[in-house]
């Protein structure tokens, strides 16, 4: 495991050190680690901070007296990805005989509309009665891309003309709805933007305090990198996140933004998106995201 990024270090502490390995050279070969972390799409910030605690962690272990000294630090960093990206947390906080909600929130083209009908198709199957909610009124296409998509699932999708109505109301009348039919989870998709802005927050503030969602959910696209983050902690300052979905995972990207993501939001990641198909979702692991990240 991690042969490339062993190898990279091993030659990094060899070259440096004759005889014994130092404290500093143990310094030298974590440049190795960051690299490996920026080049997974790690962000620089988040891979600095991550590099010196392992150092500390390395520096006050055996690593200086290993045989194998490359493959120790390797080893404490893996570990160091696993625990800073985890715990496992896949839960929604789903109730049965009441209705819960679920408002999901993202900027526009992270996989927003497509992963509410992700999780509708998921929770249907594990025996939920969920009901999409058409809250972006922004994009035009959406209330019929949600509407399509809903009829590919078999889940209801309420919508209002969205020249007639406002998110917040769409919404609420949604919910009482969603009531009437016995749905016991209303997932919302509200609006998206290109970038962060006010009214897109004020928006998504009337919604969740009108809504009172039992969870908040970021969509986020793995491929935005940097982006990613710094719209992960607008939207988590402004609506304190229960979780974030990563999105497009199925591309070469290493994934780097899932510890980035975490880093800087500190609320787990639930799923990842891992194609365009509504069955492509999974429950997100932190092992197996620090092992594509070390490559
Ligand atoms: P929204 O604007 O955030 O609602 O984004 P959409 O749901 O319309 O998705 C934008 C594009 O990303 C569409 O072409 C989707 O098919 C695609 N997409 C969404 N999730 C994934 C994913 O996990 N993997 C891949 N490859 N594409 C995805």
Known sequence: MFESITRNLGDALGSIARGRLTESNIRDGMG????ALLEADVNYDVA????QRV???AVGEKVLKALRPAEQIVGIVYQELVSLMGPVDHSLAIRR???SVIMMCGLQGAGKTTTCGKLARMLKE???????VAADLQRPAAIEQLRVIGEQIGVPVYWEEAARSNPVQVCVNARKEARAHDCNVLIL???GRLHVDDALMKELMEVDNKLMPDQALLVCDAMTGQDAVNSAKVFNDALELDGVILTKLDGDTRGGAALSVKAVTGVPIKFIGV??????????HPDRMAQRILG
């Open 189 to 191: 998709d509200t609006a």
């Open 275 to 284: 194609g365009e198909q509504l069955d492509r979702l999974e429950k997100f």
């Open 126 to 132: 594990q025996g939920n009665k969920p009901m999409l």
């Open 48 to 51: 600095k901070a991550f590099t």
């Open 55 to 57: 150092t500390e962690q």
């Open 97 to 99: 005989g009441e209705l």
């Open 32 to 35: 190795k680690v960051r690299q």
